[in-house]
């Protein structure tokens, strides 16, 4: 099994709908980034989260990083087309690692208008 | 401020080939890392470059390797390609290892014959 898994794989939610998507990790986490990327091209940052209880936001999304430090979601709300992607969460799982990133596989986000 | 370029943006090559791909880090940036991502899946951590040496690798063969110029900028090549080499490689670069988070380029999409 991945050390890093996302849920679902894949969502189609009706626009203006509010959504989850999670990452769970066998490991600590030591900082926990989320992603969008566009089929085929490159990720877009969306947010780190460092501190277990951390929380950020903007614009429409959220992301939390579990009090244990195993667990971040994702939840956007009100989707919007726009907002359709792939969601990929990437994580530090060793301490003192800033050199490596592990991904989870992603989830897969369409919105219908 | 600059972001993160990589070139070239498509490549074809065939079985048995080298290649070389390039990646100019973003500004202020002193740490580069590289990504390979297979069809539907999460990227997969290659290596990581720090001051021109190498500080990271992945589950990734010899006949992958890297250099970093004085400048940050980085290069990926890989030796007698394969089939299951086509994927899209991402750059990605960073301050102090990725403590302040990663900036990704577009990546480059390699597809070996």
């Known amino acids: 099994s991945q050390e890093l898994e996302q849920s679902p794989q894949s969502l189609i939610v009706q626009e203006g709908k509010n959504l989850t998507i999670n990452c769970t990790s066998s490991?600590?986490?030591?900082?926990l980034y989320w992603y969008k990327q566009k089929y085929g091209e490159g990720l877009i940052f969306l947010m780190m989260?460092?501190?277990?209880?951390e929380e950020k936001s903007h614009e429409k999304i959220t992301a939390k990083l579990d009090e244990k430090k195993q667990q971040s979601s994702l939840h956007i709300t009100a989707s919007q087309p726009s907002h359709a992607g792939i969601y990929l969460c990437g994580a530090v799982l060793l301490y003192n690692a800033g050199n490596m990133l592990t991904f989870g596989g992603g989830t897969r986000l369409m919105v219908k208008p | 401020e600059t972001g993160v370029t990589q070139s070239p943006t498509h490549l074809i090559k065939t079985r048995g080939q080298q290649v070389t791909l390039r990646c100019s880090s973003q500004s202020g940036h002193n740490t580069v890392s590289w990504y390979q991502q297979a069809l539907g899946q999460g990227p997969q951590f290659i290596f990581q470059y720090y001051r021109e040496e190498e500080n990271g690798r992945g589950n990734f063969p010899p006949r992958f390797s890297g250099l970093q110029f004085p400048n940050y900028s980085s290069e990926l090549n890989v030796n007698a390609l394969e089939l299951d080499d086509s994927a899209l490689y991402l750059c990605a670069s960073s301050w102090t290892g990725g403590l302040y988070g990663y900036t990704f380029g577009s990546g480059t999409r390699l597809t070996v014959v």
């Open positions: 989260l460092q501190k277990g209880g």
């Open positions: 490991k600590t986490l030591y900082g």
